[in-house]
């Protein structure tokens, strides 16, 4: 019998830790709590038509209740067998409650037709966290942090007698962290693996039953046979994936999440075997290192989903992958076409419904989908969530066979139904029972058959490798000469590394010359289970193929197989193109050994062309740190994504790469020179006297001002020596934007006269400009000069600048007090003084006008009321820029067109139940909105376009996730619910210092966090004593108290439009 589907067996007892009792695993009942089964409850007309009218479904297609609460609540992942008993992770935690005892699975079975369930039963009673489920024959595979297991009803009665965990610690616990970004959906392919999507906290050490261990930091996929062997990482990369959707062909798919802001919006990703997918530290500055998305779906929050392949369903349906998207609260149809060796990909509406969390599909067309109608993120009380079954209109299924009575012929006829369900349920019977003569013979017959559907095929192709295990070899050989099945039946051959001995090398190296990119792409895979290195000189040949998902898993193999020196080959081979150059270094850059770095340096030492040197600088920037060993801290939601390695160390050898790296510092002239420091900034090196070197090059070298600036700007010391050169770069005529920006970015942290004097004349230049790839460049720039606590050190400058009433450079000089004079943590002194200067050239209007435009240039809306009241300045000057100042900050409400709302209560004098009601039926002005937002300081703590810094949680596309009555109440209500990442965070500091924040960004040594005035502070890691997580939000109680209702609606309005831009 296959080793994945014997009885299970281990091969030493586990040892789990519970409340400091050490107790042996091997096989029990799972827990029962006391709670009794629900009952189950039928959905009645007027209940139902009611919880209809929030789902919309296609033409074609109908609809029913399938189950309501208290029957069937909180449903995070649903899974049918192929009967219909349909089974539910039931999780009244949420995604951040972690009480113990919420969690529990329950079966729902249809007994009369109707399409609604008629019984519910406690299938677990008791299981915290539940996520992913998967149903086969007897025994229920599920995914419920910390640990995978299979929850086995002997007795057929619906609930289950015993668990056995096939992973443990494939997550963390409830110790830890909630079971948010978590290990989350699974699903069973036809290859045998269970495929598991992991969110980005990872895990530790995960242990399968054989004793296997893996640890993941970061998310991605992971597999494992259902017998618990094997386990495996398949891709990584990825942020918060909910379900990996695998189709009949063994594609594999996924619906990712946004990170709010940072550039990574909701990704559609196709799994190639080891693909890299970016997440954090590459997708932003290491662009070609990782595989591109199918597509960029912009905000939302990514789900379930289902690669679904049935014949009930109509034309353009019936063979295609469904996500659900949680937050945009629909259902995604997505038809795929075939790309080389990946795909491209649509994406049209196909059902809408409340909060829609999964769905899943029978062997008789009939779906099933998951709504988490009335709830958030925790507990929220019993009525929460419910069941729709769709099915197509019209569409008589075949009755179902009885699979545990079919014969093996009938089985393997079987395989050639139209449902993927179908095939996948004979599958498994004949691999339980293990394959005879007779049905060895018919597979293969089957998997030979040319006129035979393909999904049938493939079926029987993976059916005969898990059955006959090692005594396939010799059938899937011959199989691998057919080119309609020769990928797959090169996946085969190597699918299980346990069974490789007599497994020819032939169909491989063939494979890696085929015509067709996937069979390249499987075959390249398969060399890495192979694990033969004599061959990697062949897998060389696909560092530059056209096709850029073959070239990229080419790469990514020969890292695993650490194949140095047949890099090395391709680096001294006259014929190597650029490309196969470009794929051999970056396999080089990623092994940490002694004789990498060694022939790396040598070949620098000879190498006269620069095009040639330049990539072997890039791969000794990169080895010159190490990713750090991860001792289990969270990265939080907010990683610090500028790569190339989250945790950067030193290893030993970064002492001879810096020499190296020095030494052509030294040597490097011209675009040489510009290059080499552009990749020591981009990888954040920092060189024993790098800096000096690199001002020393710069002052005489043009070509050296933007990389410099960029280094220096990064730098925590700028020598002395560095000053003229950067208010040369500040302030010449012939510095671009982003240099310049860089420049004043450097300077803001000397506080010299010189360097203040030439940060107000670049930053008048830089007001000027209107390119907009330097937006974000000049906003960071004003920022580090108006932020910068060394500005204090000239406010005599400052004062005498603003004095001369020198158009911008003087306005940017009261634009510098006014920043002084509003931040918390100057000196009483010197803020003091900056007041009372301003305050005495308010008297005189040419000043007056001039502060109204540093008001405008610092986005001072403190200063609001002054603002407003200077609209009607008896001087004309005043008056108009004042006016200016209001419609660039958005404050002036005389702009507003239109009729002027009717009046409207004040929120304050109702109850928040009342205000969201009104707003919901309340449409306002957009205008008023924008205003309002400024108004009301919400840009103290959010920004609304990509290209802004991130101050706070990002509101871009806020209006996609939440709708607007959530919205109301979030901004009402701010503590009630607080979702992941939106946290305020309490830090204790080793000074005494004590310090409340949202955290902007997360680094392994230091944390940003921005407090409730908009102050940003910078905390290294190695200075905290304690941190915890606030139940408050730092959005304060009453913010908007004070507006009406129908300004309230205008603010939502605003929320909602941004979506749409």
């Known amino acids: 019998m296959p080793d994945d589907t014997r009885a299970f067996v281990h091969r030493r007892p586990f040892m789990f830790v519970v409340t400091g009792l050490a107790f042996v695993f091997l096989a029990t009942a799972p827990s029962h709590s006391a709670e009794a089964p629900p009952p189950t409850v039928g959905v009645t007309a007027e209940r139902e038509a009611a919880l209809l009218k929030d789902v919309k479904i296609p033409d074609g297609f109908e609809a029913t209740i399938f189950a309501t609460p208290p029957s069937v609540n909180y449903p995070v992942f649903v899974c049918a ?6 089974y539910v992770s039931s999780d009244k935690n949420g995604s951040l409650d972690r009480a113990p005892g919420r969690g529990r699975v329950l079966r729902a079975r249809d007994l009369d037709g109707d399409g609604r369930a008629d019984e519910v039963k406690l299938f677990v009673a008791n299981v915290d966290s539940p996520r992913g489920l998967v149903w086969d024959h007897d025994r229920l595979y599920l995914l419920h942090p910390p640990h995978l297991s299979a929850f086995i009803d002997r007795d057929g009665d619906g609930v289950a007698d015993e668990e056995k965990v096939l992973v443990k610690n494939i997550a963390f616990g409830f110790k830890d962290r909630p079971a948010d970004h978590s290990s989350n959906g699974i699903e069973l392919g036809i290859d045998g693996w269970i495929y598991c999507a992991i969110g980005d906290f990872g895990f530790m050490e995960a242990e399968g039953t054989d004793g296997r261990k893996l640890q993941l930091r970061g998310g991605g996929v992971v597999r494992v046979r259902t017998d618990g062997t094997g386990l495996e990482l398949y891709s990584r990369g990825t942020r918060n994936i909910l379900e990996v959707l695998v189709s009949p062909l063994l594609d594999a798919f996924a619906r990712d999440n946004t990170n709010d802001g940072g550039g990574w919006d909701i990704r559609f990703h196709h799994f190639a075997g080891l693909s890299e997918h970016g997440y954090p530290s590459l997708y932003k500055n290491f662009l070609g290192e990782f595989i591109e998305p199918l597509a960029d779906y912009g905000g939302g929050s990514g789900c ?20 659900a998207d949680w937050g945009r609260e629909w259902i995604y149809r997505h038809q795929i076409t075939p790309k080389g060796a990946t795909f491209s990909i649509d994406q049209t509406q196909f059902l809408r419904a409340p909060r829609v969390t999964d769905l899943d599909v029978d062997a008789s067309s009939r779906l099933y989908v998951a709504s988490w109608k009335g709830a958030s993120f925790t507990y929220v009380g019993e009525n929460v969530g419910f069941l729709v079954r769709l099915t197509p209109k019209g569409y008589v299924p075949e009755a179902l066979p009885d699979f545990a009575k079919a014969s093996p012929t009938e089985l393997v006829r079987l395989l050639e139904s139209p449902s993927h369900r179908r095939r996948l349920e004979a599958q498994r019977e004949l691999v339980r029972r293990g394959l ?35 005594e396939s070899i010799g059938r899937l050989v011959e199989l691998a000469k057919d080119d309609s099945v020769r990928e797959y039946a090169i996946r085969a051959l190597c699918d299980r590394t346990t069974e490789l001995e007599g497994v020819p090398a032939e169909p491989f190296l063939a494979g890696l010359a085929d015509t067709n990119p996937r069979v390249r792409r499987e075959a390249a895979f398969a060399m890495a289970r192979l694990g033969r290195t004599q061959y990697a000189e062949a897998l060389t040949q696909l560092l530059d193929d056209v096709d850029p998902v073959v070239a990229h898993t080419a790469t990514q193999v020969l890292k695993r197989l650490s194949a140095a020196e047949a890099c090395f080959s391709v680096l001294d081979k006259t014929g ?16 940490h050994k002694p004789s990498v770095v060694d022939g790396l340096l040598a070949r620098l030492g000879q190498e006269a062309d620069s095009a040639r040197r330049w990539g072997l600088l890039t791969a000794l920037c990169r080895l010159y740190y190490t990713d750090g060993q991860w001792k289990g801290d969270s990265w939080g939601t907010r990683p610090d994504t500028s790569g190339p390695y989250y945790q950067a160390e030193v290893w030993d050898q970064t002492s001879k790469i810096a020499v190296g790296l020095t030494d052509a510092l030294k040597r490097a002239k011209g675009a040489d020179a510009s290059f080499l420091v552009s990749e020591l900034t981009r990888h954040k090196v920092q060189l024993d006297g790098s800096v000096d070197l690199i001002v020393a090059l710069a002052v005489k070298d043009p070509l050296l001002i933007s990389p410099a600036a960029a280094q220096l700007s990064r730098s925590d010391r700028i020598p002395v020596e560095a000053i003229p050169f950067l208010v040369n770069a500040a302030t010449d005529d012939s510095t671009a934007d982003i240099p310049r920006s860089q420049a004043v970015m450097a300077l803001a942290k000397t506080g010299t006269p010189e360097a203040v004097q030439a940060i107000l004349s670049a930053l008048s230049r830089l007001a000027q400009s209107k390119a907009s790839e330097s937006d ?9 000069f108006l932020n910068s606590p060394r500005t204090e050190l000239q406010s005599e400058l400052l004062e005498k600048e603003a004095a001369k009433l020198n158009q911008d450079i003087s306005a940017w000089a009261d634009a510098a007090l006014l920043a002084i004079s509003n931040r918390q943590n100057a000196s009483p002194e010197i803020r003091d003084v900056a007041k009372r200067t301003l305050d005495a050239g308010w008297a005189n209007p040419k000043r007056r006008a001039q502060i ?6 610092g986005e001072s809306r403190v200063s609001r009321d002054k603002i407003l009241e200077a609209v009607n300045d008896p001087d004309p000057t005043v008056a108009a820029a004042a ?4 419609q660039v900050l958005r404050l002036d409400r005389g702009g507003r067109r239109g009729p002027q709302p009717a009046a409207s209560p004040v929120i304050e004098k109702l109850q928040p139940a009342e205000v969201v009601a009104a707003v919901l039926k309340t449409t306002g002005d957009i205008k008023l909105g924008e205003e309002l937002f400024t108004r009301q300081a919400c840009v103290n703590c959010h920004t609304v376009t990509a290209d802004q810094p991130l101050r706070g949680p990002f509101l871009g596309n806020i209006a996609t996730t939440y709708k607007r009555a959530e919205l109301a109440e979030a901004i009402l209500l701010p503590n009630k619910t607080i979702a992941q990442g939106f946290v ?11 310090l409340d924040g949202f955290v902007t960004q997360e680094a392994a040594e230091q944390v940003t966090i921005r407090n409730a005035t908009a102050q940003e502070s910078l905390i290294r890691v190695k200075d905290i004593s304690k941190r915890t997580k606030l139940e408050k939000s730092l959005m304060p109680e009453g913010l908007v108290a004070n507006l009406t209702v129908n300004e309230l609606a205008a603010l939502l309005d605003y929320l909602e439009g941004l979506v749409k831009k």
């Open 81 to 86: 067998a192929p009967d219909g008993t349909v």
């Open 304 to 323: 379930g989903g289902l690669f679904l392949d049935e014949p009930g369903f109509p034309d353009g349906f019936g063979h295609a992958i469904y996500t």
């Open 436 to 470: 005879n003569e007779e049905a060895t013979r018919n597979l293969m017959a089957l998997a030979k058959g040319q006129s035979k559907p393909l999904a049938s095929r493939v079926a029987a192709i993976f059916a005969l490798k898990q059955g006959l295990q090692a």
């Open 576 to 591: 190597a193109s650029s490309a196969q150059r470009v794929g051999a270094l970056r396999v080089l850059q990623a092994l």
């Open 776 to 784: 974000r460049e000049r906003r960071l720039a004003r920022d580090a």
């Open 852 to 857: 109204l435009h540093a008001m405008m240039l």
């Open 883 to 886: 006016r200016r100042t209001a």
């Open 984 to 994: 305020t965070q309490h830090f204790e500091l080793k000074d005494g210092t004590e």
